[in-house]
T-cell receptor, first 114, second 112 residues
């Protein structure tokens, strides 16, 4: 157990819908990262938050957004869902994200868009 | 941006054999190279990492080598065991962003 929690574990929804994925980092970690894992693309970095502020952006679609709250938990919002958004979404956390640190991954949320 | 290529995509070995997974990176500024192991249905977990100021690092049956000139690094697993079966991801990152760019993964299958 990495100490990072994610909910829900599974999510099945329809095209055009909106969903919210939730992540709680390890106790004491200030930085949260979101990744998308699909079979043909590996682990794709989406976005990083540090202590409530957006710090880095990767290949995140405009239909996706995220935020980190004062208690440091983070939410990833996916809207106008398409079939191609079906994937495993991982959240990871690290101490500060301000250096080369181990990232601790949560168990992931499997999103299926029908 | 950084591009990390990983080979092979699938590697099948007999228990007790060695396994080698190779990665190349494109950005010469990258200076940190972690390896993650992801067992089926589970989360990725860091197994070993290497920084650019060293050429090799070992941890029991696992070793990583780095050739900065050629911009490639490799994971070596000796005396493989069935529990080594998993997907292994290499990654590269650099100072400033510290965001890792991952390879596409290698599925290692160790046959008993």
């Amino acid at each position: 157990d990495s100490g990072v929690t994610q909910t829900p574990k599974h999510l099945i929804t329809a095209t055009g819908q909106r969903v919210t994925l939730r992540c709680s980092p390890r106790s004491g970690d200030l930085s949260v990262y979101w990744y998308q894992q699909s079979l043909d693309q590996g682990l794709q970095f989406l976005i990083q938050y540090y202590n409530g502020e957006e710090r880095a952006k990767g290949n995140i679609l405009e239909r996706f957004s995220a935020q980190q709250f004062p208690d440091l938990h983070s939410e990833l919002n996916l809207s106008s869902l398409e079939l191609g958004d079906s994937a495993l979404y991982f959240c990871a956390s690290s101490g500060t994200g301000l250096g080369h640190e181990e990232q601790f991954f949560g168990p992931g949320t499997r999103l299926t868009v029908l | 941006g950084e591009n990390v290529e990983q080979h092979p995509s699938t590697l099948s070995v007999q228990e007790g054999d060695s396994a080698v997974i190779k990665c190349t990176y494109s950005d010469s500024a990258s200076n940190y190279f972690p390896w993650y192991k992801q067992e089926l249905g589970k989360r990725p977990q860091l197994i070993i990492d290497i920084r650019s100021n060293v050429g090799e690092k070992k941890d029991q049956r696992i070793a990583v080598t780095l050739n900065k000139t050629a911009k490639h690094f490799s994971l070596h697993i000796t005396e493989t065991q069935p529990e080594d079966s998993a997907v292994y991801f290499c990654a590269a990152s650099k100072g400033g962003s510290y965001i890792p760019t991952f390879g596409r993964g290698t599925s290692l299958i160790v046959h008993p």
